[in-house]
């Protein structure tokens, strides 16, 4: 049965409300500084009471990350939702070219990343929510591939995954970054590069 219209209207206030919260928040720090605002100017700000902040965020650190479920639901559905076929690796790198690139051109994003790196809070935050991101990628690949949970090949995969945005940023060509990176998953080194020997630089015999 479908949502009813009141249901609907109730979602899309929620939303409002929190999208209204990150936009204040983000707009406060970058003025201000992380430490130098509260969360009651957030909550001021957004016109709303720190109760209703607080239903939204756990944390002011969180108000910053506010697409943190979002990430970890969009990363999860790309292998889950595959086309038959089609491999994790290829799946994580349509995901990364449909989402992580046009996320790069968002001009916010350089000021965001600015804010988090002068953040000692933030970047804990941002460690956490990392490892949290790998957890739920990796159980999901172990998942698909009928694997164990702690499958040891599944988590290096998402961890090297989830560093493509760190190592694409800061590239002229963005989505020539990406694919470079997961054509190096996908065939490994030696294939794209030479055969030499890894150790001493000297060809093989």
Request: proline share 4%.
């Amino acid at each position: 049965m479908p949502d009813s219209p009141t249901v609907g209207r109730r979602e899309r206030k929620k939303a409002a409300t929190r999208q209204a919260l990150a936009d204040a928040a983000l707009e406060l720090f970058l003025e201000h500084g992380f430490e130098q605002v509260s969360v009651r100017d957030i909550a001021e700000k957004a016109d709303v009471s720190t109760t209703t902040l607080f239903a939204h965020f756990p944390s002011k650190e969180a108000l910053v990350f506010d697409r943190e479920e979002e990430v970890d639901a969009a990363l999860t559905a790309a292998v889950r939702e595959r086309p038959k076929g089609q491999s994790v690796v290829e799946a994580l790198r349509t995901h990364a070219l449909q989402s992580w690139v046009l996320i790069a051109s968002d001009p916010r994003l350089h000021q965001l990343t600015a804010l988090v790196d002068r953040t000692p809070a933030l970047r804990e935050y941002a460690e956490r929510m990392w490892m949290r991101h790998a957890s739920a990628l990796s159980a999901t690949i172990a998942e698909g591939l009928g694997r164990e949970a702690d499958d040891l090949a599944c988590s290096a995969l998402a961890r090297f995954v989830l560093e493509v945005p760190t190592l694409a940023k800061g590239r002229t060509d963005q989505r020539m970054a990406v694919e470079t990176v997961f054509d190096l998953l996908i065939h490994g080194w030696q294939s794209q590069h030479d055969s030499g020997d890894a150790r001493t630089g000297s060809p093989k015999n």
